[in-house]
């Protein structure tokens, strides 16, 4: 029998007692609430317990599909199924766009309704499961000893990064998207004398100007429409801890003035508030872009970069650390295994080698994606062959290596190897229809393979 937490949002009484039951009967938990403000509130009360928000769409005080992203902000994990007497199509799609798991009409049959519902709660219970695991697997990374991989340039990092790390100075890591800043944010976090209070991660990127600052900074009841009550901000939850901003370089001007004023003075407005709120915060910035660069254009404001660059820490890509592949593959190889609950993926050697001759532009992120894929695709008990990676990567294996080969990666001629090399991978060697899809004469392809030593 199905069991879990749902909340109940409707203004109609009579609907309410009957789903509720509906459900209760199932085995369920029901949580009702007769409009948005109250729907929110029991949310907040009951987040570590709500797998499923089963709202109306049209509340007395909200629309169901506005009220979305405050249900997922209250409790990130659940999933929202939104309800509705007249659905129509495009309502469906606005709200499934939204981030809502399911839209359903009033009136359909309680067996479809059932249905949604156990499926929903099994997905939002599988996200808890994860979650558990990846704050298991946070906790044992909040070291520097779990930052994996022993090359110089990552060493180097890991050496800058200790020393500051006691201190409570300002640090900027840069480096490219998926190299791992996040986690060296945790470490230094974790080697500081604040690592028993709270690490607080905001992804610059991620939120809307109006959305980030209310995330950040708070408000007070009544600052607009909706700010039902008090809302702490990020940067108050990360008081006496560490406050991680990563891709720092997407914040817009306003935003930047009011986070300086953070910086020099540890206090900050909340959003409708004419009180100074102080804290004791501790920044760590990460960025992809060059700040300085983007000071000097006007696009970053220049004392805020110079706030931020007082200590600076470049978390080196993974193309610059390639020997460290074989250790990466071999941590998230049992990591997976973890969460998969399957054995630990094995490579032939041969994968392993194109997995160290790729250039991973999307780092350790990219690595551990394209593992994760592997792992769910390859047998139990077979083992990860070339043939079982990515397109690019086999391309990636089967070109020249060597500094001639790297000196001439932007030359024509590279590129129309390069080019040909793939389309060929792509046609299983078929020529004839290669020369279709290059649009050239089979004879000029295969004047190219001799040329190219690709036959």
Not at 13 to 39: K, M, N, S
Request: aromatic share 6%.
């Amino acid at each position: 029998m199905p069991t879990g937490t749902i909340l109940l949002i409707d203004d109609e009484t009579q609907l309410r007692t009957v789903v509720g039951r509906l459900l209760e009967l199932e085995g369920y938990t029901v949580l009702q609430a007769p409009d948005a403000r109250r729907g929110l509130q029991t949310l907040h009360d009951h987040a570590d317990e709500v797998l499923l928000v089963l709202s109306d769409v049209k509340l007395p005080d909200g629309h169901g599909v506005e009220l979305l992203p405050r249900f997922k902000a209250q409790a990130p994990l659940a999933e929202v199924v939104l309800m509705t007497a007249y659905g129509t199509v495009a309502d469906g799609v606005r709200a499934m766009k939204a981030g809502a798991f399911d839209y359903l009409t009033k009136g359909d049959s309680d067996d479809q309704l059932l249905v949604v519902a156990e499926r929903a709660v099994e997905k939002a219970r599988l996200q808890r499961r994860v979650a558990d695991l990846e704050r298991q697997v946070a906790g044992a990374q909040s070291t520097f000893d779990a930052i994996i991989g022993h090359a110089p340039a990552l060493e180097a990092a890991k050496h800058l990064a200790r020393q500051v790390a006691p201190t409570d100075a300002t640090v900027l890591l840069g480096g490219p998207t998926g190299a791992g800043k996040e986690l060296f944010a945790q470490a230094i976090h974790g080697a500081s004398g604040r690592r028993s209070k709270a690490f607080v991660a905001v992804n610059c990127s991620a939120f809307s100007r109006e959305l980030l600052e209310s995330e950040l900074f708070g408000y007070k009841k009544g600052a607009f429409t909706g700010a039902q009550a008090d809302k702490k901000g990020l940067i108050e939850e990360a008081n006496g801890g560490t406050l991680f901003l990563d891709e720092i370089g997407e914040l817009e001007l306003g935003l930047q003035a009011k986070l300086l004023r953070v910086l020099e003075g540890q206090e900050f407005l909340k959003i409708g508030d004419t009180k100074s709120t102080r804290v004791n915060v501790r920044l760590v910035a990460a960025t992809n872009r060059n700040l300085k660069q983007e000071a000097e254009a006007g696009r970053f404001r220049p004392d805020l970069y110079y706030r931020l660059s007082v200590f600076e820490v470049q978390v080196p890509p993974l193309s610059a650390r390639r020997a460290d592949v074989p250790a990466l593959v071999a941590f998230y190889a049992r990591q997976l295994a973890a969460k998969l609950t399957r054995q630990p993926l094995a490579l032939t050697d041969e994968a392993l080698r194109a997995l160290q001759a790729y250039a991973w532009p999307g780092n350790v992120r990219e690595l551990r994606n394209v593992l994760e894929r592997a792992a769910i695709l390859t047998p139990a008990g077979q083992l990860l062959d070339l043939d079982g990676l990515p397109l690019e990567i086999q391309l990636a294996a089967a070109a020249p290596a060597g500094p001639a080969a790297a000196d001439d990666e932007r030359s024509l001629r590279h590129v129309e190897e390069q080019h040909i090399r793939r389309i060929l991978l792509e046609a299983g060697g078929n020529k004839t229809e290669a020369a279709r899809v290059l649009g050239i004469g089979l004879t000029t392809l295969y004047r190219k393979v001799q040329e190219y030593g690709l036959g």
